[in-house]
């Protein structure tokens, strides 16, 4: 009795398709990408593409959002992509580009991605994409409509040039089978009934996958030039392959090869000749010999000419040639980054500029703008938040401040002259007054003063006191004046000739 459920699940598991085909295939010259309509979950749909070599399909850009697109053909349904959540994470992380995800290959590398809006969500570990091509967050053990499958290879054997009428069907080692393939991986088969011909894509001996059959020798012209890699021909009625000079046609009677190949043959230094085969560098290769350039030179028609100044400059967007150099340069909406003159920052000088905006991604405005819903950058007004103390200039992205008569403006504050750290920084009117040195002399012998000397001394000094407060009352009223109805404006072209005139508040 205990073996019933064991003998039970061994049926089920064999009754259920080992090899599932897929609905559609597309292949890339590296890569194909194949759609399974077939109800699983993410482990079983994972399952399904390691059969058939591959895994579950990942997409790093747009050429793959293509593939999925034409795969899919305004289906409905949902199907697996290759994403599952960290193991180290139970919920999603929004503010990163793959919210956390990962690819079942392991990493988290990717230039593309097209997320239906959600917040965090936890226990759903799994991703997959529907007709509208939006990606959703899916608990894995659900079961989906249908997963997407991906497989890479080193190359692929391009379709077979066949004449017109003649059929070639392709079949993949995935599974695949159709006519209308553009590129095969290797270890596909291609069937042609008019020739009584079966061929097979290869690996080749180094060369890269080619197509080819166990049988040596060229098959009919017509068909992709017999497999030759040389040129095809027909003797005694037959196709037959031939090599170009200094080659010999190989044991599959198809490819050519050195002579020299098993041979015991030495390379000659053809570098080593006097004079050297190169203008500049020579390296030698097998069987011959590569001509390189110096740095700062570039191969121009099998000659060594010197590199433009803007020949891969570091400079972001533009590069300008200089007699003696080059000078980067940037596009229109952008000025050169003063603390880096290879950058490029977004800048306006007018107070509305339209908004630089990337595909699919937000609108950038440079700094000192805001947004509005046209797309159009608006420069912010920093007077009207009360940066400046005194008078304030606005300008395209930024701002100044000034300062009214005998006040000098440190930062965005303005300072009486009389306290500044450095002496003689003055503004307005005020001028700094030269020193005069007064030549010693020995001091008077003490004389007994008569009284009326010493009450004129005493009036006097008591004359100067009073002139000192009042100077100092005047100069912090100047200072400490009221921000009233009232302010100074400059109004004259250079600081030292400042005129001050009287406006309104509302004109700062």
């Given at each position: 009795?205990?073996?019933?459920?064991?003998?039970?699940?061994?049926?089920?598991?064999?009754?259920?398709?080992?090899?599932?085909?897929?609905?559609?295939?597309?292949?890339?010259e590296?890569?194909?990408?194949?759609?399974?309509?077939?109800?699983?979950?993410?482990?079983?749909?994972?399952?399904?593409?390691?059969?058939?070599?591959?895994?579950?399909?990942?997409?790093?850009?747009?050429?793959?959002?293509?593939?999925?697109?034409?795969?899919?053909?305004?289906?409905?349904?949902?199907?697996?992509?290759?994403?599952?959540?960290?193991?180290?994470?139970?919920?999603?992380?929004?503010?990163?580009?793959?919210?956390?995800?990962?690819?079942?290959?392991?990493?988290?590398?990717?230039?593309?991605?097209?997320?239906?809006?959600?917040?965090?969500?936890?226990?759903?570990?799994?991703?997959?994409?529907?007709r509208?091509?939006?990606?959703?967050?899916?608990?894995?053990?659900?079961?989906?409509?249908?997963?997407?499958?991906?497989?890479?290879?080193?190359?692929?054997?391009?379709?077979?040039?066949?004449?017109?009428?003649?059929?070639?069907?392709?079949?993949?080692?995935?599974?695949?089978?159709?006519?209308?393939?553009l590129?095969?991986?290797?270890?596909?088969?291609?069937?042609?009934?008019?020739f009584?011909?079966?061929?097979?894509?290869?690996?080749?001996?180094?060369?890269?996958?080619?197509?080819?059959?166990?049988?040596?020798?060229?098959?009919?012209?017509?068909l992709?030039g017999?497999?030759?890699a040389?040129?095809?021909?027909?003797?005694?009625?037959?196709?037959?392959?031939?090599?170009?000079?200094?080659?010999?046609?190989?044991?599959?009677?198809?490819?050519?090869?050195?002579?020299?190949?098993?041979?015991?043959?030495?390379?000659?230094?053809?570098?080593?000749?006097?004079?050297?085969?190169?203008?500049?560098?020579?390296?030698?290769?097998?069987?011959?010999?590569?001509?390189?350039?110096h740095?700062?030179?570039?191969?121009?028609?099998?000659?060594?000419?010197?590199?433009?100044?803007?020949?891969?400059?570091?400079?972001?967007?533009r590069?300008?040639?200089?007699?003696?150099?080059?000078?980067?340069?940037?596009?229109?909406?952008?000025?050169?980054?003063?603390?880096?003159?290879?950058?490029?920052?977004?800048?306006?000088?007018?107070?509305?500029?339209?908004?630089?905006?990337?595909?699919?991604?937000?609108?950038?405005?440079?700094?000192?703008?805001?947004?509005?819903?046209?797309?159009?950058?608006v420069?912010?007004?920093?007077?009207?938040?009360?940066?400046?103390?005194?008078?304030?200039?606005?300008?395209?992205?930024?701002?100044?401040?000034?300062?009214?008569?005998?006040?000098?403006?440190?930062?965005?504050?303005?300072?009486?002259?009389?306290?500044?750290?450095?002496?003689?920084?003055?503004?307005?009117?005020?001028?700094?007054?030269?020193?005069?040195?007064?030549?010693?002399?020995?001091?008077?012998?003490?004389?007994?003063?008569?009284?009326?000397?010493?009450?004129?001394?005493?009036?006097?000094?008591?004359?100067?006191?009073?002139?000192?407060?009042?100077?100092g009352?005047?100069?912090?009223?100047?200072?400490?004046?009221?921000?009233g109805?009232?302010?100074?404006?400059?109004?004259?072209?250079?600081?030292?000739?400042?005129?001050?005139?009287?406006?309104?508040?509302?004109?700062?």
């Open positions: 009795r205990p073996l019933l459920p064991l003998l039970l699940l061994g049926t089920l598991a064999l009754a259920q398709p080992r090899d599932l085909s897929p609905a559609g295939a597309q292949c890339l590296h890569e194909c990408f194949a759609v399974f309509w077939a109800s699983r979950p993410f482990s079983g749909a994972s399952e399904g593409c390691e059969r058939g070599g591959g895994h579950l399909m990942t997409v790093r850009s747009t050429v793959a959002e293509e593939a999925i697109s034409l795969l899919l053909q305004n289906r409905e349904g949902r199907l697996w992509l290759g994403l599952s959540l960290s193991p180290s994470l139970s919920c999603t992380e929004p503010r990163q580009r793959l919210r956390g995800f990962r690819w079942v290959t392991g990493d988290r590398s990717t230039d593309y991605t097209n997320w239906a809006p959600s917040g965090r969500r936890c226990n759903e570990r799994c991703v997959t994409v529907s509208e091509l939006r990606w959703e967050e899916r608990r894995c053990d659900e079961a989906a409509d249908g997963f997407l499958c991906q497989y890479s290879y080193g190359g692929s054997c391009p379709r077979l040039a066949a004449p017109q009428g003649v059929l070639v069907t392709y079949a993949t080692p995935f599974g695949a089978r159709g006519t209308e393939f590129a095969l991986p290797p270890r596909s088969v291609a069937s042609v009934p008019d009584r011909l079966e061929l097979r894509c290869d690996d080749g001996d180094g060369a890269g996958p080619r197509w080819g059959r166990d049988i040596p020798g060229a098959w009919p012209c017509e992709a017999g497999g030759c040389g040129t095809c021909g027909e003797e005694r009625g037959l196709p037959r392959c031939s090599c170009p000079e200094g080659a010999v046609l190989g044991a599959d009677r198809r490819g050519c090869r050195s002579p020299c190949e098993g041979a015991h043959c030495e390379d000659i230094d053809d570098c080593a000749s006097e004079p050297g085969p190169c203008e500049q560098k020579c390296v030698n290769t097998k069987g011959g010999f590569e001509c390189q350039c740095s700062g030179y570039r191969m121009v028609d099998g000659h060594c000419q010197r590199q433009p100044p803007c020949w891969k400059t570091p400079c972001q967007q590069c300008e040639e200089l007699p003696d150099g080059y000078r980067c340069s940037c596009d229109p909406g952008y000025a050169v980054d003063p603390l880096d003159e290879t950058l490029c920052r977004l800048h306006c000088n007018t107070t509305e500029c339209p908004a630089v905006c990337g595909a699919g991604e937000n609108c950038e405005c440079p700094e000192g703008f805001l947004l509005d819903e046209d797309e159009l950058c420069d912010v007004d920093e007077c009207d938040s009360g940066h400046c103390e005194f008078n304030c200039t606005n300008t395209p992205g930024s701002f100044q401040c000034h300062c009214p008569h005998g006040l000098q403006l440190v930062g965005i504050d303005c300072v009486s002259v009389l306290d500044g750290n450095d002496e003689g920084a003055f503004s307005g009117d005020f001028e700094p007054v030269p020193h005069t040195p007064v030549p010693s002399r020995p001091p008077p012998k003490a004389e007994q003063l008569h009284p009326g000397v010493l009450v004129g001394i005493a009036a006097g000094a008591l004359l100067s006191l009073l002139a000192l407060l009042a100077l009352f005047h100069l912090a009223r100047k200072r400490c004046r009221s921000h109805s009232m302010d100074y404006k400059y109004s004259g072209p250079h600081e030292k000739e400042l005129g001050l005139q009287p406006v309104p508040s509302a004109q700062k």
